[in-house]
Antibody, heavy 118, light 107 residues
Framework: EVQLVESGGGLVQPGGSLRLSCAFS????????MTWVRQAPGKGLEWVSV???????YYADSVKGRFTISIRESKYTLFLQMNSLRTDDTAVYYC????????????WGQGTLVTVSS | SYVLTQPPSVSVAPGKTAMITCGGDNIGHKGVHWYRQKAGQAPVVVIY???DRPSGIPDRFSGSKSGNTATLTIARVEAGDEADYYC??????????FGGGTKLTVL
């Protein structure tokens, strides 16, 4: 079973930047994809970004050009660099694993809260 | 992009059956996954690929699909089933899509 622990959330002003990290571990860990999903306060789940272990990345239109997903495989760490933050980026950000592109989001971290406010 | 539509809320008495729907164009050609999210917690998969159940999820939970609608059915509902439920598909290309979520209230 995979364990995922996010960090790096906090309060940031509009236009600012923040980098989220997600440490993952577990016996026989071999997810094929890792992803970030967010949830604004009182709202539903929104997919943000995915990275394939081959390096391919995809982004939701709402964050394209502002967010960058990356992974440091040797340290089992996933990142989300968030620039030009807006108030509507305020949310709990979850990192998670996907085994197959058409498959479910298997394992989730507990999330880290990002608040964008002046 | 692809859209999934869920009812905002469903209410059911304990011991009865709850059915939560998820509508989408050509959903019959997509694998539908269902998540349960209790207050303050991360989502958990309860059904994957339309009707498969992960280990640890009781057999009271089942999934089905017909036409443009997928359905999550919870039999013999318990107070502990109260949560938000989301459907999700891979919409193709670079599109992982969630439904808007359904709040299940146990009366």
């Amino acid at each position: 079973e995979v364990q995922l622990v996010e960090s790096g959330g906090g309060l940031v002003q509009p236009g600012g930047s923040l980098r989220l990290s997600c440490a993952f571990s577990g016996v026989n860990v071999s997810p094929n994809y890792m992803t970030w999903v967010r949830q604004a306060p009182g709202k539903g789940l929104e997919w943000v970004s995915v990275i394939y272990f081959g390096g391919t990345t995809y982004y939701a239109d709402s964050v394209k050009g502002r967010f960058t997903i990356s992974i440091r495989e040797s340290k089992y760490t996933l990142f989300l660099q968030m620039n030009s933050l807006r108030t509507d980026d305020t949310a709990v950000y979850y990192c998670a694993t996907i085994s197959a592109v058409t498959g479910p989001i298997d394992s989730w971290g507990q999330g880290t809260l990002v608040t964008v406010s002046s | 992009s692809y859209v999934l539509t869920q009812p905002p809320s469903v209410s059911v008495a304990p011991g009865k059956t709850a059915m939560i729907t998820c509508g989408g164009d050509n959903i019959g050609h997509k694998g539908v996954h269902w998540y349960r999210q209790k207050a303050g917690q991360a989502p958990v998969v309860v059904i994957y690929y339309d009707a498969d159940r992960p280990s640890g999820i009781p057999d009271r939970f089942s999934g089905s699909k017909s036409g443009n609608t997928a359905t999550l059915t919870i039999a013999r509902v318990e107070a502990g089933d109260e949560a938000d439920y989301y459907c999700q598909v891979w919409g193709g290309g670079s599109d992982w899509v969630f439904g808007g979520g359904t709040k299940l209230t146990v009366l």
